[in-house]
């Protein structure tokens, strides 16, 4: 009945009824939005992937061939949209700060929820929730959440994702019995969970400036639709406002990778040492712009040469050289056979690729998106009797032309997210999460092996002929027919890795679930995991623990391993390797020096005893040649975001450049043909592990590198650091510095607002005042959050985190908290209050915006939202305000510089220059017209500035000169060393260019 519903609508919707669209909008709006966060996490956001898809649902309708299927098809475009968020925002779904907690601490975990429950506010329990669920499995997770909080019945279920009911059925009955203590509060929780009440009306006032309606040909979206769509997902992303261009771009599900793309390597830099500055950094006494050009260095110089046709002569031009992309590939499956032929699933447009024989380029076979299927699990390929075999979510493709053309070999009906293929000479075998089949006549029939009770299967192996499962309930063995649990020498839960050689086998594995106690893990004092071998086919065990790794007292970090010959591989955040298959352990390769790697998802294969390749979800695509030792990333396309470039040149070693890409520092010291991430150590041995913090800002002074970091979402604690001089990557907290916290802020405003309905009941003029006394901040901030609804609260936290600055001058620290200018110096127990803060009403454009500073002896400038400049000769005891000698008026501040006793202040007018503050003016060109700079940069006693399409000038007796003209695009930031010049792009990474 609901079909035949949804193809009068749809008949009606593609007739140029909107009122009819707006029905299938109220239809499925909550079904949508529950997959979206689902898969994304976070509510807020999911409610902006929600819109799109509708809008996309909208462009796209008269496409849909059978009507019927019209919840399939929009199960689809929602997971598509959700998978492209994750991946051009380079962020990954983080996940909860307790999710090591699986179903082995389920009666522990229960109890403690259980008297907690009083007390927790609804965003704890959310919190809450999102832990239970995790303990789940990906298709249960999904199915709960579209029962629960999509209020979506078994048929309405099966129908959407394209599973058989008795399927929903069964998921959902494994969850409730795995949750069954929990059941109940999971439901009220998600309750809480509320669509928005003007979802449909926001969604209808989009599709209302869609022209022409979906009756003929592609509708077109209006930019200025796609752009306050993007702004907020940006927004929820959390980046810069300096990025918001990139995400001015409609979500596209037919774009197309390149034919052929080079596959590029970059060794890991280590022991990097770097000596102090010796040279004139900025603060020195020597104003810019009145020195000359550095002499050249000849080893420096790469000159492109080009021979003139019917000339012998050589005629050399200087050319923008590319560095290597800072991180490799995200990847999804890969597959070796035993010639050495690499497939791999990846790239920006998921594509099947194989690596060529000289192992140089990646050669585009398939475009997975035209394949038009669901998707799910690990999406397994296999290359077996000379056909490749692929799985994406149910449906078996295979392809005899080596991956050019694909065909639908087979379907299951009840069965979701593949998970892996194993093969031997006479069987082919496939594992879902829930079961297991195999294929003796080439892929055409499968018969279904039963597995019993063995749990959600994790990996599926072959030695010798004889198959091995590992489950979350433990290990099994396939023999005479059936499976059967082996036994260890201690009781053991899930599998969470295996590896295999010819006559070894390698388990990763974890303490049973009914004798795990969370919260001794904490406090490291229970043991949770181990690492097994046998060589005598499972039937018995040695454990090769490598215990000065990871804790083994403390939670079990989500390893890989990987195996080939005598060498073992044990890889997470950071790791350890055996060349002695576990007798021995190498020492440890620390987090940072290695791929981050989860186990639970990433993957990897082996192609020979030396090339090793793994894919990381946090790194993308990396390969090994020498067993594991060191690692080189592998890039399918050249396309990478670089921000914040800062060159530092210590006496006698190479110069160090830093970038800032997505919320992670990384440092080169060879012009970016290698990258190396900077980060805090965290020592892998805690039990209870430490997160690595996000990074808004980076810059450069008195010859140190500082950083601002914290929690992605600005609700946790923000945190200054500084970059060691000793080794030049380790990020250091500033010693005593008292941190500032948000969590308190925000769990007070959730908390009220959703508990006890506080904030509703108050004179909306008193919220302000009750909020600055739970955190300090701007009277406009908090003013603003008074009103704001829970959506807007996320989105105003994370401007405070991600747009306020910092400054560091002769040991003392400027920071804006919540957009007012704070000061601390080593002696003082809190933050001081600098008087400055924003004033204007921080509607979103302005809240955009970041604020900036500059700092230099006892003198802080601070370029305002508002348009204002101020400026304080005492540390921020006392304020002139500049603005109006200005010689030109300002919306927008780009950047602040202070060389000696000159302050040069970039902005959208052009970039204007004082002495100590008095008689500003003007910088122009030789022709006397002012340059909108977009970035300035020192090197010695020399200015240079980059725009965005005239080129690098440098200033020279007070006029900017043209020095090169040709830019790359979107260029964002600027370094000069010496004769180089550096430029960081939001699309093309960082280029150099070499002066003459």
């Known amino acids: 009945m609901m079909k035949n519903d949804d193809v009068a609508i749809i008949q009606r919707v593609l007739a140029g009824d909107e009122t009819a669209f707006a029905e299938l909008v109220k239809k499925y709006q909550k079904?949508?939005?529950?997959?979206?966060?689902?898969?994304?996490?976070?509510?807020?956001?999911?409610?902006?992937?929600t819109q799109d898809t509708f809008l996309k649902v909208y462009q796209k309708l008269h496409t849909l061939k059978d009507p019927n299927q019209f919840s399939g098809w929009l199960y689809v475009i929602t997971t598509n949209l959700c998978s492209t968020w994750l991946r051009k925002k380079r962020i990954r779904t983080e996940r909860l700060e307790d999710a090591e907690i699986t179903m082995r601490d389920n009666d522990v975990y229960s109890r403690h929820i259980t008297e907690d429950r009083h007390k927790s506010t609804v965003d704890a329990q959310r919190e809450t929730v999102r832990k239970l669920l995790a303990k789940l499995k990906e298709s249960e997770r999904t199915v709960m959440t579209l029962h629960y909080l999509g209020e979506m019945t078994i048929e309405e279920i099966s129908r959407f994702l394209g599973v058989s009911g008795s399927t929903i059925k069964s998921r959902l009955r494994r969850a409730r019995n795995r949750l069954q203590k929990e059941e109940t509060m999971i439901r009220e929780a998600l309750e809480h969970f509320q669509i928005?009440?003007?979802?449909?009306?926001?969604?209808?006032?989009?599709?209302?400036?869609?022209?022409?309606?979906?009756?003929?040909?592609?509708?077109?979206?209006p930019w200025t639709v796609v752009a306050s769509t993007a702004v907020l997902i940006a927004l929820?992303?959390?980046?810069?406002?300096?990025?918001?261009?990139?995400?001015?771009?409609?979500?596209?599900?037919?774009?197309?990778s390149e034919m052929s793309v080079e596959l590029v390597e970059a060794p890991i830099?280590?022991?990097?040492?770097?000596?102090?500055?010796?040279?004139?950094q900025l603060g020195s006494a020597n104003?810019?712009?009145?020195?000359?050009?550095?002499?050249?260095?000849?080893?420096?110089?790469?000159l492109a040469a080009a021979a003139l046709e019917g000339d012998n002569n050589v005629k050399t031009k200087q050319q923008w050289i590319q560095s290597e992309p800072i991180e490799g590939s995200r990847t999804y499956s890969m597959f070796s056979t035993s010639k050495g032929e690499l497939y791999v699933l990846g790239g920006p447009n998921p594509s099947i690729f194989k690596l060529s024989n000289d192992g140089k380029e990646w050669e585009h076979l398939f475009d997975i998106i035209s394949l038009k299927t669901g998707w799910g699990g690990k999406s397994p390929l296999i290359k077996w009797n000379d056909t490749l075999y692929f799985v994406p979510s149910y449906e078996l493709f295979s392809s005899s032309d080596d991956g050019k053309t694909w065909n639908l070999l087979y379907t299951w009906s009840k069965e979701h997210d593949a998970?892996?293929?194993?093969?031997?000479?006479?069987?082919?075998?496939?594992?879902?999460?829930?079961?297991?089949?195999?294929?003796?006549?080439?892929?055409?029939?499968?018969?279904?092996?039963?597995?019993?009770?063995?749990?959600?299967?994790?990996?599926?192996?072959?030695?010798?002929?004889?198959?091995?499962?590992?489950?979350?309930?433990?290990?099994?063995?396939?023999?005479?027919?059936?499976?059967?649990?082996?036994?260890?020498?201690?009781?053991?839960?899930?599998?969470?890795?295996?590896?295999?050689?010819d006559e070894k086998l390698y388990v990763a594995a974890e303490l049973s679930g009914d004798i795990a106690d969370p919260r001794k893990m904490s406090r490291g004092l229970q043991r949770s995991w181990w690492i097994f071998r046998s060589t005598d086919l499972g039937d018995s065990w040695t454990d090769i623990t490598p215990t000065h790794a990871w804790n083994v007292k403390g939670f079990p970090p989500f390893t890989k391993l990987l195996a080939v010959g005598e060498t073992i591989l044990v890889m997470e955040k950071g790791m350890v390797r055996s060349t002695n298959s576990g007798d021995t352990w190498l020492p440890v390769q620390e987090p940072g020096t290695t791929p981050s790697i989860n186990g639970d998802v990433d993957v990897?294969?082996?192609?020979?005893?030396?090339?090793?390749?793994?894919?990381?979800?946090d790194d993308g695509l990396h390969k090994s040649t020498d067993g594991g030792e060191t690692w080189n990333k592998v890039n399918l396309n050249r396309v990478g975001s670089v921000d914040n470039l800062i060159a530092l040149r210590a006496q006698h070693i190479p110069v160090y450049l830093y970038a800032r890409t997505g919320d992670e520092i990384k440092v080169t010291i060879n012009q970016g043909v290698s990258w190396r991430s900077a980060q805090e150590k965290i020592s892998m041995l805690e039990p209870n592990r430490k997160q690595l913090q996000r990074i808004t800002h980076i810059d450069q002074y008195d010859g140190v590198v500082y950083a601002k970091g914290g929690d992605t979402q600005g609700r946790g604690k923000t945190f200054l650091y500084q970059i060691s001089p000793a080794d030049g990557i380790t990020l250091m907290p500033i010693q005593n510095m008292p941190v500032f916290d948000s969590v308190d802020l925000y769990h007070y405003y959730m908390g009220n607002a959703l508990g006890d309905n506080l904030l509703q009941q108050l004179d909306k003029t008193h919220i302000d005042e009750l909020l600055q006394k739970v955190s300090p901040g701007a009277t406009a901030f908090y003013k603003q959050l008074a009103k704001c609804n829970l959506r807007q609260l996320d989105i105003y936290m994370q401007l405070a985190f991600r747009t306020g600055s910092f400054a560091v001058s002769n040991n003392t620290y400027y920071m804006e908290y919540n957009y007012k200018l704070f000061r601390w110096e080593p002696g003082d127990t809190e933050w001081h209050d600098t008087g400055v803060e924003e004033t204007i009403e921080l509607t979103l454009d302005i809240a955009w915006k970041g604020l900036k500073l500059a700092a230099s002896g006892n003198f802080i400038y601070v370029g305002k939202r508002d348009g204002h400049l101020v400026v304080s000769h005492d540390k921020g005891n006392n304020w002139v305000d500049l603005t109006q000698s200005l010689p030109f008026p300002v919306k927008d501040y780009k950047q602040i510089l202070v060389a000696g006793s000159t302050v040069y202040v970039v902005t959208d007018a052009g970039v204007t220059s004082s002495d100590h503050g008095n008689n500003w003016g003007p910088i122009t060109n030789t022709k006397g017209s002012i340059v909108?700079?977009?970035?300035?940069?020192?090197?010695?006693?020399?200015?240079?500035?980059?725009?965005?399409?005239?080129?690098?000038?440098?200033?020279?007796?007070?006029?900017?000169?043209?020095?090169?003209?040709?830019?790359?695009?979107?260029?964002?930031s600027l370094a000069v060393d010496r004769n180089t010049l550096y430029v960081g792009s939001e699309t093309q990474g960082m280029l150099h260019y070499n002066l003459e």
Do not use: C
């Open 236 to 256: 929820m992303l959390g980046i810069g406002n300096q990025h918001l261009a990139r995400f001015q771009i409609p979500y596209s599900l037919e774009a197309q």
């Open 196 to 221: 928005s009440p003007n979802m449909t009306e926001n969604i209808m006032q989009k599709v209302s400036r869609l022209k022409p309606t979906p009756s003929g040909s592609k509708p077109f979206i």
């Open 287 to 302: 104003a810019v712009g009145e020195g000359n050009t550095p002499k050249t260095d000849p080893d420096e110089v790469l």
């Open 31 to 49: 079904q949508v939005q529950a997959l979206a966060w689902r898969k994304i996490e976070d509510f807020h956001i999911a409610e902006d992937i």
């Open 932 to 972: 909108v700079m977009e970035s300035l940069a020192v090197d010695g006693n020399i200015l240079y500035g980059v725009t965005k399409d005239s080129g690098i000038y440098r200033l020279k007796n007070g006029i900017w000169e043209q020095i090169v003209s040709d830019i790359p695009d979107n260029v964002n």
């Open 419 to 501: 998970v892996q293929f194993v093969a031997t000479e006479q069987t082919i075998y496939l594992a879902f999460s829930q079961s297991i089949y195999r294929s003796e006549d080439n892929g055409k029939t499968w018969d279904a092996m039963d597995i019993g009770v063995m749990g959600d299967i994790i990996s599926l192996v072959e030695i010798q002929n004889i198959l091995f499962a590992g489950t979350q309930s433990g290990l099994y063995r396939f023999e005479g027919d059936k499976w059967q649990r082996l036994d260890f020498p201690v009781s053991v839960g899930m599998i969470r890795s295996i590896a295999v050689t």
């Open 604 to 617: 990897a294969v082996v192609v020979n005893k030396n090339d090793l390749y793994i894919s990381s979800a």
């Open 269 to 280: 830099v280590q022991d990097m040492m770097l000596e102090p500055e010796v040279r004139n």
